[in-house]
């Protein structure tokens, strides 16, 4: 939620309040590269986006 007051053109009050919702969670995943984390002697992780 953002709420504000500004001064209009004749200084007169403007009010103005808005409301977000963002359901954005969980848009990344990763994984343990297990063949390249064993070849290099190293622990290798891969991102990728998910589909909504």
């Known amino acids: 939620m953002q709420l504000g007051v ?3 053109g004749e200084g007169l009050p403007l009010l103005s309040a808005n409301a977000f ?3 954005l969670d969980n848009l990344i995943v990763t ?3 297990r063949e390249a984390s ?3 002697n190293l ?3 891969r991102y990728s986006n998910i589909g909504r």
């Open 38 to 40: 064993d070849a290099q």
């Open 31 to 33: 994984a343990l590269d």
């Open 6 to 8: 500004e001064a209009g």
């Open 21 to 23: 919702v963002n359901r």
């Open 43 to 45: 622990s290798i992780f």
